[in-house]
Each structure stands twice: as C-alpha cells, then as structure tokens.
C-alpha cells in the first residue's frame, strides 16, 4: 500500500480509497501494536469531527491519521495537535496559500472576500496512562482536490483556492513537518513559537464556549502545552480546550 500511494515519508502508509475514518482504523492498527504508520483515504464515508461532529471527506482530500508513540504523559498531547495544525499550514503555504491558525487546530483560509473558511481541521485520540501515552492518533483532515459546493459553509479547499495540488506532495510536506516538530528529538516548545508565527487569533477579540462555559475577551498568547491565554475582564484566564470564535469589532 506504502508502494501504491508512492510516499517517501517517516512513515509507513495504508492507504484506502475509501474508508470509513481513517482514525478508526489507525486506532486499530495502534491497538495492534503497529507503529509509524499512516492510514490514508481518498475518501471517507463516515468522517469524524471533534464532539462526535461529522466531517465532510469526499474524494479528492487528504484524509491521513499518523499514529505516533510520544513517550509522554498525556497532558502533554495539545502540543501535538498544534503541531499538526503548524505542519498542515506550513504545507499549504509551500502551495501558496496563506492559512493560518484559529486556536486551537483550525486552518483557516481568507478567501479574498474577506471571510476566512475552513481549509483543514485536526482529531486527535490517544490512549495512555496517567505519565505515558500509549497511542495518539493525529487525523489530519484537507480539504485539497475537492469543489468548495462539496464542502459545508464555511469550508474551502485548496482547489478554491490555487488549484488542485500533488497530494503525496503535500502530505509528505505535511508528515516531515510533522516529524520535524515533534519527532523524539524535537524540541515541543519551539512548536509554540511557530504556532504563534501562523496563528490568526492572537491579538483577537474571541469567544471559547469551554466545557466550564465562554470566556470572552483577547487572545494574548499560546502557553504550554496548548492553552490560550485570555485576557478577560476579570484577569486573564488560560482555556484548555473548547471552541473558539472570532468576534468581529463592532
Ligand atoms: C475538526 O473537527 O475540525 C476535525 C476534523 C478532522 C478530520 C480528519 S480527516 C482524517 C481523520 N479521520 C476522521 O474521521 N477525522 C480526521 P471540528 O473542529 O469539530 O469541526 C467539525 C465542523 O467543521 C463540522 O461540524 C462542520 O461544521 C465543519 N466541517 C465538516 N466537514 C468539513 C470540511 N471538510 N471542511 C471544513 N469544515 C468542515
């Protein structure tokens, strides 16, 4: 399969031309034990968001779940997830588009008419102890070759946006990103200050619906390993997971 997609990549590939989610099958592959591999799919039927959202994945995308191995504790594992999101833009910039990062994992994309959609968005899963992590599955969701009337509002695609892209070239660009930022000699840290470098919500008035209800002020910074500091009336408050939108100034 590695040979049949034809990517050179730290990683070995299944590839799929059609699959459910390729996170499900990762999460079996990495419940069997296998490592460093990536399921890949042209198309999946049965796409997965985060909340048990759908996520619309037809042909043409670059549907990918790596499974990695970190030997960390699991509150660590938001920086892998920023990680993901600092590789898939840094990708679609070598394509030239100008993504950027809504915290904590949406690529964003400026359509020209001042709206920015969804280009790619990221589903992390992992199993672990309370200080290692057996698995994390990082589903790395672009929407690349596909027709933006395909998509949901609000999403784009990079067809929309420059044309259609080599795919093995873009996820190897996406996988080596990847491996450079977090691989076992990586310094997770510096995976902040690119973060910071593509993100589009610092500096921004936003509202994060938490689990714990909304916080709404400016996004001041990114803190380790993945929360976003905002400054709110009351103080600034450090948000560790939640939804997040930018409000426009009224
Ligand atoms: C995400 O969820 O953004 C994570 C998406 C991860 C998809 C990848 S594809 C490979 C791997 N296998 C899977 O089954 N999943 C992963 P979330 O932040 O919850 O955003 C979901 C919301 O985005 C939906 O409720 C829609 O509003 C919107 N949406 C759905 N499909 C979309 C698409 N293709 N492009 C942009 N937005 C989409």
């Known amino acids: 399969a590695a040979l049949a997609f034809g990517l050179d990549a730290p990683y070995d590939v299944e590839y799929h031309d059609r699959i459910g989610s390729t996170n499900d099958r990762a999460r079996e592959l990495a419940e069997e034990?296998?490592?460093?591999?990536?399921?890949?799919?042209?198309?999946?039927?049965?796409?997965?968001?985060?909340?048990d959202r759908e996520w619309a994945a037809p042909a043409g995308g670059v549907w990918a779940s790596p499974v990695l191995r970190p030997e960390r504790p699991p509150a660590e594992v938001p920086i892998y997830t920023l990680a993901a999101a600092v590789a898939v833009t840094r990708a679609a910039r070598e394509v030239g588009v100008e993504a950027t990062i809504k915290w904590p994992n949406d690529v964003l994309v400026n359509d020209g008419d001042g709206e920015e959609r969804k280009l790619a968005?990221?589903?992390?899963?992992?199993?672990?102890?309370?200080?290692?992590?057996?698995?994390?599955?990082?589903?790395?969701?672009?929407?690349?070759?596909?027709?933006?009337?395909?998509?949901?509002?609000?999403?784009?695609?990079?067809?929309?946006?420059?044309?259609?892209?080599?795919?093995?070239?873009?996820?190897?660009?996406?996988?080596?990103?990847?491996?450079?930022?977090?691989?076992?000699?990586?310094?997770?840290?510096?995976?902040?200050?690119?973060?910071?470098?593509?993100?589009?919500?610092?500096?921004?008035?936003?509202?994060?619906?938490?689990?714990?209800?909304?916080?709404?002020?400016?996004?001041?910074?990114?803190?380790?390993?993945?929360?976003?500091?905002v400054g709110t009336d009351d103080g600034e408050r450090a948000v560790h997971a939640g939804d997040c939108e930018h409000v426009r100034p009224t």
């Open 121 to 229: 968005g990221i589903l992390t899963e992992m199993e672990g102890e309370a200080d290692r992590v057996s698995w994390l599955v990082l589903g790395i969701g672009v929407n690349a070759n596909v027709d933006r009337d395909a998509l949901p509002p609000g999403a784009t695609s990079l067809r929309a946006a420059v044309g259609d892209v080599d795919r093995r070239r873009f996820l190897q660009g996406i996988l080596e990103a990847l491996y450079d930022l977090t691989g076992a000699d990586a310094d997770l840290r510096a995976v902040l200050d690119a973060w910071r470098e593509y993100a589009s919500t610092l500096g921004r008035q936003v509202r994060v619906e938490t689990p714990r209800g909304t916080v709404a002020g400016r996004a001041v910074d990114v803190r380790f390993p993945g929360s976003l500091v």
């Open 33 to 51: 034990g296998v490592d460093d591999v990536v399921v890949v799919a042209d198309e999946q039927t049965g796409g997965r968001g985060r909340l």
